[in-house]
């Protein structure tokens, strides 16, 4: 896990990859720390290369990195 964002009470994991195409090997970490922290986590990031926002399983998200800064920057603003 490369990032963990507290929002809400919730905890978001963020895993950071340079991938275009993720896969669900991707998308293991935001699984485990899922199952680590319980009802603490919300669905995960994946920041990546992709060119727009894709739904992954368990409800996380591959987002593009461009997007990421205005994606935390609303999240902390509230």
Request: aromatic fraction near 6%.
């Amino acid at each position: 896990m490369d990032l963990i964002v507290s929002v809400k009470a919730k905890l978001i994991p963020v895993e950071i990859k340079l991938t275009a195409t993720p896969t669900l090997r991707h998308a293991d970490p935001l699984r485990k720390f899922a199952a680590v922290a319980g009802a603490e986590a919300a669905p995960g990031l994946l920041v990546c290369r992709v060119q727009k926002e894709t739904p992954l399983t368990g409800g996380h998200v591959a987002l593009p990195w461009r997007k990421f800064p205005s994606w935390l920057e609303e999240r902390l603003g509230e």
